[in-house]
């Protein structure tokens, strides 16, 4: 994606802690601040965890990246936006993945909209992931 024209047109400056946090968010998707603080701070040094929060706050209001916070987790981001995806959060591990709304909830056409012009679901489906369900009975097992 060209983060660089995104920015520019939201009318926010380009800077290398942005475009490193927004990198960083696109290769490891629904990431909190730390893991991304921890990333960026790899490639810059001089970088600090407030600034990594700061820009995470800013673009999340610019609607560049999106923040979702399931239950018993922090803030997680992601940079796919605008396409009101649900997630998939494992209750053991905390893994969250990416689903869209159609196949898992045809419930998502409200009925009754009390009026309302509805634009977006937030739906969390809760679960067992894959990798789980096989360590299943192993209580020391994390994954
Ligand atoms: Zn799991
Ligand atoms: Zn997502």
């Not at 560049?64 to 649900?86: A, C, F, M, W």
Request: proline letters at 4%; glycine letters at 4%; aromatic letters at 4%.
């Amino acid at each position: 994606m060209d983060y660089e024209q995104i920015l520019k047109e939201r009318n926010l400056s380009l800077t290398s802690v942005r475009l490193a946090v927004l990198e960083a968010l696109e290769q490891h998707p629904h990431s909190e601040a730390g893991v991304l603080f921890k990333i960026v701070h790899k490639k810059i040094k001089t970088t600090s965890k407030q600034a990594i929060y700061n820009n995470l706050n800013m673009m999340v209001e610019h609607g560049i990246i999106r923040e979702i916070k399931p239950k018993g987790q922090p803030s997680l981001y992601e940079t796919k936006v605008g396409d009101n995806h649900h997630h998939i959060v494992c209750r053991s591990c905390q893994k969250v993945m990416d689903t869209d709304c159609h196949s898992l909830a045809p419930c998502l056409s409200p009925k009754i909209s009390h009026g309302f012009v509805i634009d977006e679901a937030e739906v969390t489906f809760w679960g067992t992931c894959p990798s789980c369900q096989k360590s299943k009975g192993d209580k020391n097992e994390q994954h």
